[in-house]
């Protein structure tokens, strides 16, 4: 676990290749440390127990459906669809100390000013823009920004080992050629639940809206509980709990709700109250995001019989 004294720890990584961290690793792996950088203290805690629920998969891998110039050395790969999870480029033959910079969005405005839609204005927000021939184009990136930097070696790629991003399109910048097609690809990253049922009927439509919402759960359920969204706070939110009937119709998650219950359990006072988020408990709310502590309880019993949470709720 990694905790930061200040926000956003979440959307930035780093891969420096011409410079070794093994020194590092064997002074500092598997031992609770705090270091310093830049003024921020970080704190670093062993893990306390072994996680009970499936473990994070690649659920899919998405190839780029469409890579777009944006300017000098600047290209946009689009994927085709938002995901939650991972990408990997490989890289063309680089200089050593050469960088890469890599953003993720989830979204594409219309115009930095953002999107006229039938419901009226949708204001642009937390955005990246850049300036292209064809003018400005403004990104909903939340931040989320990745960084290569090369040891000039053939056969370099980057993915992301710690850390993951929500996202539709990578802002690629720093390299000269643009990405071939089998170069870039995303992984959708998920817990590892197998599944329980289908829905299929004679209204495409219907069929439609339930693939998308399977999709979004999907997108929503890796580390063992469900986030509020997979790129700014990445909480787990008590209002998640009105996802029951949704995920448990389609896939099979007794050890899923099981230990995100524990974790709502754990965050219980002394006095009775449960926070607003599990496993970390922070954020804000009402009764209902607390209410989880309660609510999962009984539909465990309910869905799959399982009282033993029951009794301890």
Sequence with gaps: MLTRDQPDVRVFEKATLYKSNIIWDKQYAHKPWVVKHDGVV???????????????RIGQVIPLAKCTALGVNAWELDFGTNLTGLLRLKMPALESGQKVVMRFADKR???PAGDK???GHIRATATWTIKTDDGEVAYQTFKQVDEFISAGKTGEEFCSKF???????VIVEGLSKAPKKEDAEAFLIESELKGAGEFECSNELFN?????????????????????????????????QLGVEALVMSLNAPAFYAKWTEDWLDGQNDTGDLPHTA???????????????????????????????LDRA
Excluded at 214 to 236: I, K
Excluded at 282 to 307: E, F, N
């Design 109 to 111: 405005f219309q115009s």
């Design 208 to 240: 439609r809206i339930h693939k998308v919402n399977v999709w979004t759960l999907r997108c929503l359920n890796l580390g063992g509980y469900m986030v509020d969204c997979p790129h700014r706070e990445r909480l787990g939110y008590g209002d998640g």
């Design 163 to 169: 850390n993951y991003h929500g996202f539709r399109y």
């Design 42 to 56: 970080y704190h670093f805690y062993c893990a306390v127990g072994a996680q009970s629920c499936e473990p994070n």
């Design 117 to 119: 839609t039938p419901a």
């Design 279 to 309: 496993p970390k408990q922070g954020g804000g709310g009402g009764p209902v995001w607390g209410g989880a502590g309660c609510v999962l309880p009984a539909k465990l019993y309910q869905y799959y019989g399982d009282k033993c949470l």
